[in-house]
């Protein structure tokens, strides 16, 4: 059960569920006290130690009925597909396997142990066998369908296939011997019929490794088709795998800033330092000193655009934001569409999807306004200009259509002046900016970075430059 577990583990993992190695461990300690009496009880205790975010159930459940509906349920169906075709009931089936026995003693037969558990219906030592053939055949490395026919040799060979079935040739030779005998015609049809049952406890064994492997890059390639998707055009069911994608990327980027600042704590060697204390011996670097020269975390502003059109990009703007504001000394928010407001307070006393819910849906602002950006910008330059310092980095979302109003670009520029960076993201194609109601070209001069962002691969490479760069 342990390496059975392991390897569920390692399944969950290929399919993108995060599991450390404690939590491993716990799942060990949890399955010592409940036990393993049902299978619901099993699938419980592994789902409360494996799963900790509700966005990773559904994958799950999944994985848990392809895995664990894996050999053992095979050699049940097996064992119940060939009492079908023989007609008999459980007793009466049961009584079939011990005068099968009994004939095999009477004519001193010795079998392998692959035909022993095949015709003593032994299922505990044949998904044994079968587990120990497909981990030598290598069966967890298929990749496509074609490749069935390769592995299933290779489990064959591993199994002594060959040998059992030679083995239950003889057995079936010495049931026909003689006058017929309705009893021995069945014992017969039920050894043949067994050896018919392993060739297909191996077929379906390489499908269901298969098809976990295909669950993966199915999953796969349905996040990577969304990740260039355009915002504009998520359905309601995308939008929430969506969100599930951006708090992965929310997480992988605080892993790599972790990491980052670790490293940066010790400082950078300092050559000069090192060699002035150790002069005394000899300039042998006994010593070696680094510069500790205190770092300041940055500041982050967030000026999203909440209006139809990009309404659906803000939310992941301002999902991803709220997923890294523990990383900064200071993050403040603000939503806008002519109005601007500040949801700092709402993200600090809301969970995250409740708090960019009532944000978006007009509880700060009027949110069915026409957009005026350069309303919005004077208005930012008017109220909180002072939240803006040389440690602050500046993130505009929006697209820059205006509705023909003043755009005010003076008040970006001097919110530039003031910030240590300006990015703007625009959710709409490059080909479109400055036509139209677009004042993109009015407002890009006093931007440090400008960059297209319609997608979630998009979202990707320019938070990594930002959070990462």
Known sequence: MDETVIGFVGLLRRNGVRVSIAESMDTFHALDLVGLGTRAAVKDTLRATLVKRGADLPAYDRLFDLYFSGIGEIVKDAESR???????DPAEYQELIEALARFLEEQGIELSELARALLRQDSARLERLLRDAAKQAGVQRIERPFQEGQFAQGMQEALGVGGAARELQLIGD????????????????????????????????????LEQRDLGQRDAARVQQLAEKSFYYLSEDEIRRMKEAVAKLAQRLKNVLAVKRRSARRGK???????RKNLQYGGVP???????????????????????????????????????????????????????????KLFEEHEIHQAIDQAIRGNVINVYAHSDFGRAFRTFHREHLAAIT????????????????????????????????????????????????????????????VEECRNLNQLYRVVDRIVVG
């Not at 500790?292 to 934001?321: A, E, G, Y």
């Open 82 to 88: 060939s009492r079908a075709a023989l007609d008999l």
């Open 174 to 209: 010495a049931l026909g011997a003689g006058d017929p005998d309705p009893r021995r015609q069945r014992l017969s049809r039920f050894v043949e019929r067994r050896l018919q049952e392993l060739q297909e406890m191996i077929r379906r064994l390489i499908r269901g490794e």
């Open 269 to 275: 060697f300092d050559v000069k330092d090192t060699l």
């Open 286 to 344: 006994f010593k070696i000193r680094f510069d500790r020269r205190k770092r300041v975390k940055p500041q982050i502003v967030v000026l999203c655009d909440v209006s139809d059109s990009v309404r659906n990009v803000s939310r992941f703007m301002l999902q991803l934001v709220y997923s890294l504001q523990d990383l900064y000394s200071k993050v403040r928010s603000f939503i806008f569409v002519s109005d601007i407001g500040e949801i700092t």
């Open 390 to 449: 040389r440690h602050t980095t500046v993130i505009v979302l929006g697209d820059a259509r205006n509705n023909y109003n003043l755009p005010h670009e003076w008040a970006l520029r001097e919110i530039k002046q003031r910030a240590k960076q300006l990015i703007w993201l625009n959710p709409e194609s490059r080909m479109t900016w400055g036509f139209g109601d677009s004042e993109m070209d009015r407002y890009q001069p006093y931007c440090d970075v």
